[in-house]
T-cell receptor
């Protein structure tokens, strides 16, 4: 079945460092891809998404490009802030099953001042 | 404000007891979802509904039940058959269609006494 694999955390960076969180997927069809962010004790918030190959999603300085040839959707940010500390989830949607989301295990990011 | 509300924020269950988690949305979304989150893991789908009076099992439906009598509401009951109910439960909603974004509520944390 479809699946998502993302790099394990926790990831610890200094403020203004470059961030990459790797995400690869396995899917039989052409899924849409998402990055969600979760702050402690809260629900998930959509960070960005891409619905077809070569699309780039971007928001708040984060970006990710849908790469069909490498089945990847890596999250990047050029300069992280302390406020970016959170857990980041990569997900794909399975439109053959009511649009359910299949999540990676999450990557915890901690940014130190 | 439009959004998804979940209540209560914390819920305690005694052995052999059924408990119900509330999820309400005023986004006029047709589709609603229930996910379970365990520490250090991604989210797993329990049930979903794409239209009123209809719902389908997700990947981990055993020990749970749902109803969808109104478009705005999708309550989840954790029955006594669920032997390991301690988790963070998240409700989401979306429009139907390819690549639709799911919007999440703040979550309910269920603990067993």
């Amino acid at each position: 079945g479809d699946s998502v694999t993302q790099m394990e955390g926790p990831v610890t960076l200094s403020e203004e460092a470059f961030l990459t969180i790797n995400c690869t997927y396995t899917a039989t069809g052409y899924p849409s891809l998402f990055w969600y962010v979760q702050y402690p004790g809260e629900g998930l918030q959509l960070l960005l998404k891409a619905t077809k190959a070569d699309d780039k999603g971007s928001n708040k300085g984060f970006e990710a490009t849908y790469r069909k040839e490498t089945t990847s959707f890596h999250l990047e940010k050029g300069s992280v802030q302390v406020s970016d500390s959170a857990v980041y989830f990569c997900a794909l949607s399975d439109d053959n099953q009511g649009g359910k989301l299949i999540f990676g295990q999450g990557t915890e990011l901690s940014v130190k001042p | 404000d439009g959004g998804i509300t979940q209540s209560p924020k914390y819920l305690f269950r005694k052995e052999g007891q059924n408990v119900t988690l509330s999820c309400e949305q005023n986004l006029n979304h047709d589709a609603m979802y229930w996910y379970r989150q365990d520490p250090g893991q991604g989210l797993r789908l329990i049930y979903y509904s794409q239209i009123v009076n209809d719902f389908q099992k997700g990947d981990i439906a055993e020990g749970y039940s749902v109803s969808r009598e109104k478009k705005e509401s999708f309550p989840l009951t954790v029955t006594s058959a669920q032997k390991n109910p301690t988790a963070f439960y998240l409700c989401a909603s979306s429009i139907t269609g390819q690549g639709a974004t799911q919007y999440f509520g703040p979550g309910t944390r269920l603990l067993v006494l």
